[in-house]
Nanobody, 120 residues
Framework: QVRLVDSGGGLVQAGGSLRLSCAAS??????YGWFRQAPGKEREFVSV????????YYADSVKGRFTISRENAKNTVYLQMNSLKPEDTAVYYC???????????????WGQGTQVTVSS
């Protein structure tokens, strides 16, 4: 059974940092990543990493501030989020795919989501 368990969200002031974690089990996917959904908005791509960790992509809105990484021994993917802005407030969802994903329709499995709130 495939499981993605994401965690690490919370409340932080603008300019602060958070690190999200996604623990995967059940199978190995081609890529793992993060999407987010703000209130009243569609779910959007944030970042992706392939299973070797050699390929990484970021949404323009987070480039230079967020860093995705993975720890194969723990089968865990991380999203280090620095210089957070109020517009980063959203529910962040871990995702896994047999493709190098950047679209919702490419996602094969989702985590349950973790809330990130950035206060101004």
């Amino acid at each position: 059974q495939v499981r993605l368990v994401d965690s690490g969200g919370g409340l932080v002031q603008a300019g602060g940092s958070l690190r999200l974690s996604c623990a995967a089990s059940g199978r190995t996917f081609t890529s793992y990543g993060w999407f987010r959904q703000a209130p009243g908005k569609e779910r959007e791509f944030v970042s992706v990493i392939n299973w070797t960790g050699e390929t990484k992509y970021y949404a323009d809105s987070v480039k230079g501030r967020f860093t995705i990484s993975r720890e194969n021994a723990k089968n865990t993917v991380y999203l280090q989020m620095n210089s957070l802005k109020p517009e980063d407030t959203a529910v962040y969802y871990c995702a896994a795919s047999m493709a190098i994903m950047n679209r919702i329709d490419q996602v094969d499995n989702w985590g349950q989501g973790t809330q990130v709130t950035v206060s101004s």
